[in-house]
């Protein structure tokens, strides 16, 4: 069965750095659009980064522009997202997911999911 497991999150100070991977099995993962969404405590999952299959085309929340870079590497079926200049908003629980879709943000349109990795940024 198709799994993505998340990995690297921790906690880190504010204006530090982290990068999260996500490991895909169970798919051909480059048929698939993969993203990152964040959940923080008492909010609603959202969407923050997302690129197509071969990584060229990439798109962000503009919360993150500048911040994050989200990367792939489809020999290793694996997802990254680089963390930069980190503040304590960006503290959330971080899945990847997996869409067949070509393009679009809304959570809805992600086939498959991880279970997450927190990420705590101090202040």
């Known amino acids: 069965q198709v799994q993505l497991v998340e990995s690297g999150g921790g906690l880190v100070q504010a204006g530090g750095s982290l990068r999260v991977s996500c490991a895909a099995s169970g798919l051909t993962f480059s048929n698939y659009r993969m993203g990152w969404f964040r959940q923080a405590p008492g909010k609603e999952r959202e969407f923050v980064a997302a690129?197509?299959?071969?990584?060229?085309?990439?798109t962000y929340t503009d919360s993150v522009k500048g911040r994050f870079t989200i990367s792939r590497d489809n020999a290793k079926n694996t997802l990254y997202l680089q963390m930069n200049s980190l503040k304590p908003e960006d503290t959330a629980v971080y899945y990847c997911?997996?869409?067949?879709?070509?393009?679009?943000?809304?959570?809805?349109?992600?086939?498959?999911w991880g279970r997450g990795t927190q990420v705590t940024v101090s202040s």
């Open positions: 690129l197509n299959w071969s990584g060229r085309s990439t």
């Open positions: 997911a997996a869409s067949h879709w070509t393009s679009g943000s809304d959570k809805g349109l992600f086939d498959y």
